[in-house]
């Protein structure tokens, strides 16, 4: 998720290491804060892969700034990634939404949309938090209000998030034609 969102934003734009970690902090910080500790390692990795590059510039005020951008790999990684996503990047929510974050990047429609499909098809099979045996048990079958909160909010996100998929898909056929 972490290389994801880095290759993702520098797609966008070059930028220097703080400012990259305030952007990913904002996309996923409420979840998983980034460390220092994490993102430059993380930084190294891609640089050493050929994914990034780090240039220097002058800073403004006094030292001069390390920025990054991505190689023409890089680029091509973030758009090989965005059109086959591993699994959990589908099924875990906070991966998705980086996923989400950076789809556009992926040009062609078509690619885009069979992304949205697998995770409608993950939104589509019936699952809970909570099992009676294997069977999901819903909100209405649960005494305890705090489960009850869970559950009633999971339905109407995953109601809103199926309504926003299906959509998006429809508009993206629309495009594909």
Same mark, same amino acid.
């Given at each position: 998720?972490?290389e994801?969102a880095?290759?993702?934003f520098?797609?966008?734009?070059p930028?220097?290491?703080?400012v990259l970690?305030?952007?990913i902090?904002a ?5 998983r804060?980034v460390a220092?500790s994490?993102?430059?390692?993380a ?9 990034l ?7 403004a005020?006094?030292a ?5 951008r991505p190689t023409e790999e ?10 086959d ?6 099924t875990?929510?906070?991966q998705?939404f980086?996923l989400? $974050?950076?789809?556009?990047? #992926?040009a *062609?429609?078509? %690619?885009?949309? =069979?992304?949205?499909? /697998? ?7 019936p ?10 048990i819903?909100?209405?079958e649960?005494?305890?209000?705090f ?7 999971a339905r109407?996100t995953?109601? $809103?998030?199926l309504?926003? #998929?299906? *959509?998006?898909l %429809?508009?993206? =056929?629309d495009?594909? /034609?």
């Amino acid at each position: 998720m972490l290389e994801l969102a880095i290759l993702g934003f520098l797609y966008e734009a070059p930028l220097h290491g703080y400012v990259l970690r305030r952007h990913i902090a904002a996309l996923t910080g409420h979840v998983r804060p980034v460390a220092e500790s994490t993102l430059y390692p993380a930084i190294k990795r891609l640089e050493k892969a050929g994914l990034l590059v780090r240039a220097t510039e002058p800073g403004a005020v006094a030292a001069p700034r390390h920025v990054l951008r991505p190689t023409e790999e890089g680029r091509r990684e973030l758009r090989r990634r965005l059109a086959d996503p591993a699994q959990r990047e589908i099924t875990d929510e906070n991966q998705w939404f980086v996923l989400l $974050a950076f789809l556009r990047h #992926l040009a *062609d429609p078509v %690619a885009q949309a =069979a992304v949205l499909r /697998r995770r409608l098809a993950f939104l589509e099979e019936p699952t809970s938090f909570f099992y009676d045996g294997d069977r999901p048990i819903g909100a209405e079958e649960v005494d305890d209000p705090f489960r009850q909160g869970i559950l009633t909010i999971a339905r109407a996100t995953s109601r $809103a998030e199926l309504a926003w #998929l299906r *959509d998006t898909l %429809a508009s993206l =056929a629309d495009v594909g /034609r």
